[in-house]
Every structure is written in structure tokens, then in C-alpha cells.
């Protein structure tokens, strides 16, 4: 049986950057990926100032700055005219800008940054189906190549996703519902003129969303009124067209996808020796991207929870406590975030009332807060 210090289930973008912050803090660790390879679906395009603070600090930065594209400004339009800008030039430096990135670079350039620490520490193919829990130790059970194997740690963190085996196991409940928004997604090569500039259009029909990719693509993300489960790249051109007045048909599209959304949070973020980070732990709705980042802050106060316990083990259940508190509530104030964004994006909101006060924000110094808060600032301190 494998011995280690923690087991991490799942090597998705918060698995893989707990393990490398964990192996940089002198804990041994071990990741158990059901995946083969990396998944290629388009999810995450954006890195929030916040997240880039973290990655300073792990001192990985670099690459993400250099495949990345730095969005520096938000353009706002109220059905086809503008309506105002947020520029993120006024938020803290040295980050005062979200980085485009498309998830699945983001998970390679982790991969590679937690195998140069340490080879063996990722194992692929292995799909977690068993844990028992003691006071001192967990055993975790995979099956990998047809066979069954353990592995024993003292913690172990659930960073699994949405449909959490660990959380399942330490029957933790996840408790939240389904928004009635739903949404189209597409990315084609970018012929906007926008440059590095994110647009958001608040239409009468519904939200239009639009950022920049890095090789000169533009993501495009637009409100349905229904859930479109084979989405039709025609449809989406139209709807971007009558929406925006950007007419994508003559250019190359690369991905198309349709999602829902829901709000979920986990009752408590750990049990016994068990914790849980990232999607395993919350769900956000996309709009307004922030899914990933939470759960990057949930890793790292993960790491800073397991270096108190070993610092001082007979405190260890005030510091888990504190741990699902903390990160608790900034997971319910981002949902809170996201939803705002999402309500904006509904075509009831498309009155001279919201518009009015928007247009006032938006041109107004209030904007900088605006600011602050679509780049995650001010968690866990701010009411909103
Ligand atoms: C359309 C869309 C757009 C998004 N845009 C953004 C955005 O712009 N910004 C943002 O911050 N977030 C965004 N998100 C959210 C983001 O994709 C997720 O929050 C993020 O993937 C969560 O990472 P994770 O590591 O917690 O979970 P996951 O990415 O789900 O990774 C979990 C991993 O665990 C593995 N696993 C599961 N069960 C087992 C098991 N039993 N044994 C072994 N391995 C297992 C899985 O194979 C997977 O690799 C978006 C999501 C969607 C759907």
C-alpha cells in the first residue's frame, strides 16, 4: 500500500494546483486522475488577479503570462449601443487584468509545473470507488489497469468535481437548484475590432457575452431562451447578429457548446480527515467565470488548514472548522455574484430602471468598485 501524506482524488485544475502548492510545503502527496488525458472541453477562459496573486507566490506565473491574453478593459453596450466601459487598469497591481486562457492550457501548464516537482505524483487511469476513514489514517481504494490498489494518508481532499465520489462517501449533502437561464457558446476567429477588450451586450432578447482568446479567437456566449442540447453554429451567428450587429459567418468556428446552470454548496467542506475543494465543494453559475478561481482559493486555504495541523495537531478540529467557514462563505458570496451578473443578463432586466442605474455606475466612480468585484476582490470582507 501506497503511504503518503495526502491524497488528492481528481487532477482537474484545483487537484493539480493543491498538489504542487502541497509538494512546495514539504507534504507528500499523491493525485488519483480517472482521466487518461486532459479534457479538452472548453469550460474556464479566464484567470482572475486573485488566482494570478496565488500563482505569484507559487512562482508559476510566467507561462500563463505568455500563452495568455491580458484583458485590460470591459466594454458595455445596451442592446446595440454603448453604454460605458470598466477598465480593470484601476484594480491592485501587478495583476490589474483578467488572463484569457482557455481551461484546458491552463490544467497542462499545472500538469507540467506539479510533474516537475515531482514525477510520480500524478497517477492517471485511477478511479477512486472506496474510502474508509479512521482517526489517524484514510484509505483510499483505485482501480487502475484492471486492478485494485490503496493508498493511506492522513488527509484526504476531495477535488473530484461537481459529481464528488468523496463527498458521496462521507455523505455530505449538496444542496442548491437549477437557474431557469441557459445559454449558447462559440468560438470563432475574433473580426470584432475589439481587440484584447471584453464586450458584454445587455439585449432586450438577452445577454450577449464576448471576450478574447488567445491565436486571435473571440468566445461568444449568448442567452437561450431554452436549454439547446445540439446546439447549431447558424443559430448562434443569428442570434449574435440580431443581437450585436457582429456578423460571425464568414469566420471559422472552432467549439460549440450549450449549457445550464445551477448553485450548489456542500453542508460542510469536510469530515473527519476528509476536505473537499473546488467544484466537488461549490458550484457557481459561469457567468461571470469565477468557478475555477474559488476553488484555486479553496486549494490554498487547504494548504495553509494542513500546515497548522501539523504545526499544532491538537488544534486540528478548530482548524478545519475554520476552513469550511471561511471558505463557505465565500463560495455562497460568489454565487451571490454570479447571479447578479446573470439576472442583468435576462431580458427582464432590459428596463429603463436597471439600465438607468447601470448606465450611472458604469460612469460614475462607483465602476471601480464594479471592477473590483468582477475581479474577485474583496471576498470574505465585502457584503455583495
Ligand atoms: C461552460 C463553462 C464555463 C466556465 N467558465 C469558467 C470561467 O471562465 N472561470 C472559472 O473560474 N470557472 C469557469 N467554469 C467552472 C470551471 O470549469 C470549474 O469550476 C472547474 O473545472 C472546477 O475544477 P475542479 O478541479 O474543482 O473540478 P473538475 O474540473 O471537475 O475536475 C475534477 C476531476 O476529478 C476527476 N474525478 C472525478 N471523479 C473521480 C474519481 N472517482 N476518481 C478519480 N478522479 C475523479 C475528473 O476526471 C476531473 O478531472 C466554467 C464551467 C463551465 C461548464
Known sequence: MDNVDVTIVGGGPV????????????FSCRILEKRESIDIHSKSLGIHPVSLDLFDRADITLPFLEYGL??????????KKPAGKVSFKSCPPPHSYILAIPQWKTEELLEKWVKSLNSDVL?????????????RKEIVSYSHNG?????????????????????????????????PDTYVMGDFDDNTGFGKKAAVFLHRDGLVESFPLPNGQRR???????????????LLINKIFRRTEHYLGK???????????????AETFHKNNVLLAGDAAHVVSPIGGQGMNLGWIDAEECLKTLIRVRDNSSEKDFHLDAYTSTQRKAAQQVAKRAEINMRLGRKESANIW????????????????????????????WPV
Open 147 to 179: 486492478s485494485t490498489y490503496q493508498v493511506s494518508s492522513g488527509f484526504v481532499i476531495g477535488c473530484d468535481g461537481k459529481g464528488s465520489f468523496i463527498r458521496k462517501a462521507c455523505n455530505i449533502s449538496f444542496e442548491g437548484s437549477s437557474y
Open 251 to 265: 469566420c471559422e468556428n472552432y467549439m460549440l457548446s450549450s449549457f445550464g446552470v445551477q448553485h450548489l454548496l
Open 220 to 234: 461568444w456566449v449568448v442567452k437561450s431562451d431554452h436549454f439547446i442540447k445540439n446546439p447549431d453554429k447558424s
Open 15 to 26: 487537484g493539480l494546483y493543491l498538489a504542487g502548492r502541497l509538494l512546495q510545503n514539504g
Open 354 to 381: 436597471t439600465r438607468s442605474g447601470l448606465k450611472f455606475v458604469l460612469n460614475s466612480p462607483f465602476k471601480h468598485l464594479l471592477a473590483r468585484i468582477f475581479t474577485m476582490r474583496g471576498l470574505g470582507r
Open 123 to 135: 497517477l492517471r487511469g485511477a478511479q477512486v470507488n472506496n474510502i474508509v476513514s479512521s482517526d
Open 70 to 79: 491580458k484583458i485590460e478593459t470591459g466594454l458595455a453596450f445596451f442592446d
